[in-house]
């Protein structure tokens, strides 16, 4: 299965994977995230569609229960149309998850070579960017390795650190 963690919002563009999904057979997706009025609209997709047996939406999933998820997906998507940072993709790196994404917003500056990356609004080359990890063995090694040297990037204790550098700046400004 596919998987895609964040809130369950428009911005996330999970309409757009939905429909690239359904250009596709036998792949499933699981959706992790807070639902919201958006919700309604790629359910109804789903039932228009003949998805419900192929898309999983689960809400509430404990902290400590997503890297079992990371870890038994395939690939890991996130077509997001705007991200301050991008948490998840970064989570699905940590646990060697190859990883396609939008090329939108911080995504490319936050994933670096770690991540094959698409233009949000174009279904065909989502399905096509999630057909060829999922079909090629050696391109998904790659991409994980990859991944595992960009992760590096971002130690949190260096996260942290700029964090409150960042709230310092603004505070003594």
């Not at 996330?12 to 036998?26: F, G, H, P, Q, V």
């Amino acid at each position: 299965f596919i998987l895609s963690v964040g809130t369950i919002e428009q911005r996330k563009n999970l309409l757009t994977l939905l429909k690239a999904l359904n250009l596709t057979k036998d792949i499933s997706l699981v959706v992790v995230g807070k639902k919201t009025k958006y919700y309604k609209q790629l359910l109804q997709f789903c039932q228009e569609n003949d998805l419900m047996s192929r898309v999983f939406f689960l809400n509430n999933v404990p902290t400590s229960d997503l890297p079992a998820l990371y870890k038994n997906c395939n690939l890991f998507v996130y077509p997001s149309v705007f991200e301050g940072f991008g948490i998840p993709l970064l989570d699905a790196q940590v646990c060697q998850i190859p990883v396609v994404s939008s090329n939108a917003g911080s995504l490319p500056e936050v994933g670096g070579d770690g991540v094959l990356y698409f233009d949000p609004e174009n279904i065909t080359e989502i399905t096509e960017m999630i057909l060829k990890v999922i079909n090629d063995n050696q391109l998904s090694k790659v991409i994980v390795a990859k991944g595992s040297e960009n992760r590096e990037k971002f130690p949190w204790q260096n996260t942290a650190k700029q964090t409150i550098d960042a709230y310092n700046e603004i505070l003594l400004n």
